[in-house]
């Protein structure tokens, strides 16, 4: 899949390695359906995790497998040291990005949870 528009994949060559927490909520995301994301907040920076398809997978050695899968793919925003720098206007436009889609992923989820409850009453 594409990276989100003004997001590119977490490159550890670059980045380094994903940190443990921000790895296992990577892989609690992979489960949902596809194309659900969320934020996830870093020193500095917030990342974003997106369920999608992978064509390869990794088995209990660590080697890749070809085959069907699903992952928690984690992308961090491009040029973020360009987007960070302060506006006039109090927010950079990372922060309303940012804001904007935590508001999006709390409102789905919020939804969803819902709407599973209502199905579990009846």
Same mark, same amino acid.
């Given at each position: 899949?594409?990276?989100?528009?003004?997001?590119? @994949?977490?490159?550890?060559?670059l980045d380094g390695p994903i940190p443990p927490t921000l790895l296992a909520r990577a892989n609690d995301l992979a489960v949902l359906p596809a194309g659900t994301t969320e934020s996830f907040p870093l020193p500095g920076v917030t990342a974003l995790i997106?369920?999608?398809p992978s064509v390869w997978g990794r088995d209990e050695k660590g080697d890749l497998? @070809?085959?069907?899968f699903q992952v928690g793919a984690v992308y961090l925003p491009t040029a973020h040291e360009t987007i960070v720098a302060p506006t006039k206007g109090g927010l950079t436009k990372l922060e309303i990005a940012v804001g904007a889609l935590t508001i999006v992923s709390l409102t789905v989820g919020t939804i969803a949870t819902i709407a599973a409850w209502k199905k579990k009453r009846r």
């Open positions: 899949m594409r990276p989100p528009p003004l997001w590119r @994949p977490w490159a550890p060559e997106r369920a999608e497998v @070809p085959g069907c």
